[in-house]
């Protein structure tokens, strides 16, 4: 039982220092130029899904 328990804490490690490298609100340099001239949306600039009812207004036109 201690060897898993202590497998399990490795690996919680590794998740936890795995998500604070991809942790966008702690990355403070852009890793390319793209990604430093380019404003994140919010959801709202995001966009919807098409409906059905939306290829239908498409291809009566």
Known sequence: MDKS???MD???L?????AA???PSQDV???S???ATTVP???DELGGNATEED???NNDK
């Open 21 to 23: 490298d991809i942790n």
């Open 41 to 43: 949306l919010d959801d």
């Open 29 to 31: 340099v852009p890793d």
């Open 5 to 7: 328990t202590k497998n």
């Open 55 to 57: 290829v239908k207004k």
């Open 10 to 12: 490795e690996q919680e």
């Open 33 to 35: 130029l793209a990604e």
């Open 14 to 18: 590794e998740i936890q220092k795995l």
